[in-house]
């Protein structure tokens, strides 16, 4: 450990910080000055990230070496980050998927994707939001992904989990519109990652200039949080289609506010 003096950017969270995305984000937000507390199963990685960033940059680096898809992992990083008063952001990007057919996946798959992808990040947003509502003030990035957007044949388990994602992002958004928190919503597609190991798809599988890098993906991203973006879609290059779609489905939501039945499901005599 350096004997770096506390950022004043505060402390980041990255979760799933071990590799992939999660990794570059550290390496970013190092590079912008601010602290971090990296969490991950693998504590022999996460240590040498710590190691290798503390030597780059002048900040302080935490790690917290935990199993978020299990409840007693989960618990102890609740609480270590709901009582840090020097979080100011949080990244939530670990995550799991699954390419099996729901027919034929199993039990302690499906439940473990969902413990990840759902139940960890909601639990670690409610985590900081108590100390981000009372300073009113911090960043909330939450990794989705483009299959959040539609039903996608390959992954629907996982691609339900991303849907999740993004509506409880957009609906907290919603919620603290009255306050100066900041939450994004970051919907890469495919990206050089470990993933493509955990799901059993080679990434050679799928052919030259199929996935995204991984530090080009985190780049946009940022730029985009920068830029006061609340959906991020780095692969989308027309950026108006995610405007008629947000459009779209807030026009559904409110016609949707009815107290009777539309006509065309009412008995014809």
Known sequence: MNQANPSS??????????????KVYAQRLAARGYDLLLVARREDRLEAIATELQSRYPVQ?????????????????????????A?????????????EPVAQVSVETITNLIALNVTA????????????????????????????????AWVPAYGGTKAYVQNFTQGLKLQLAETKIRLQYVAPAGTVSEIWDVV?????????????DTEACVDAALKGLDDGEFITAPSVHDETLLQKYVDASETLLAASQQPQPAPRYTSRS
């Open 121 to 152: 990040l909601t639990v670690l947003t409610k985590a900081v939001l108590a100390n981000f509502i009372h300073r009113n003030t911090g960043t909330i990035i939450n990794i989705g992904s483009v299959v959040g957007f539609a039903g996608f």
């Open 200 to 212: 059993g798809v080679p990434m050679s599988s799928l052919g030259e200039g199929a996935l995204m």
């Open 61 to 85: 680096v935490h790690v917290l070496a935990v199993d978020l898809a299990g409840p007693d992992g989960l618990a102890k990083a609740s609480e270590r980050i709901s009582a840090d008063t």
């Open 9 to 22: 950017l505060g402390t980041a969270v990255v979760t799933g910080a071990s590799s992939g995305l999660g």
């Open 87 to 99: 979080i100011t952001m949080l990244v939530n990007n670990a995550g799991t998927s699954s390419v």
